[in-house]
């Protein structure tokens, strides 16, 4: 598991662009041998008003500072949690860089 991202990015959803605080963290899947990952729109809704909040499926561009393109990826609106923030899951590998499995579950080396 990498350190993850908590800081500023840019949010790209329905043509509109806005930079809102966020929390990501990923995750060594070994079912499907990649990582995946989840985080949290802070006042995502109060950054759009007074347009609609994006609903549940929206897809949605996000954009960590310094990064350039390699810090681009898209995720989807799973729900909003009880402080009205909205929780995302990736759809593209993490916007930041992650380190290899740390278990070496893919190791196919075996005795």
């Known amino acids: 598991m990498s350190e993850g991202y908590r800081g500023r990015a840019e949010v790209v959803v329905g043509g ?24 949290r729109l802070r006042d995502l809704a109060a950054a759009l008003a007074p347009d609609a909040p994006p609903a549940t499926g929206t897809e949605l561009t996000l954009t960590l500072p310094d990064r350039g393109h390699a810090g681009t990826a898209t995720a989807r609106v799973t ?6 923030s909205h929780m995302i899951d990736g759809i593209d590998p993490p916007p930041y860089p992650v380190g290899p499995d740390d278990a070496d579950l893919l190791d196919t080396d075996l005795p």
Not at 16 to 39: C, K, M, T, Y
């Open 16 to 39: 509109r662009q806005i930079v809102v605080d966020v929390e990501l963290a990923d995750w060594f899947d070994p079912i499907s041998g990649r990582h995946r990952w989840r985080g």
């Open 79 to 84: 729900d909003v949690d009880l402080w009205g």
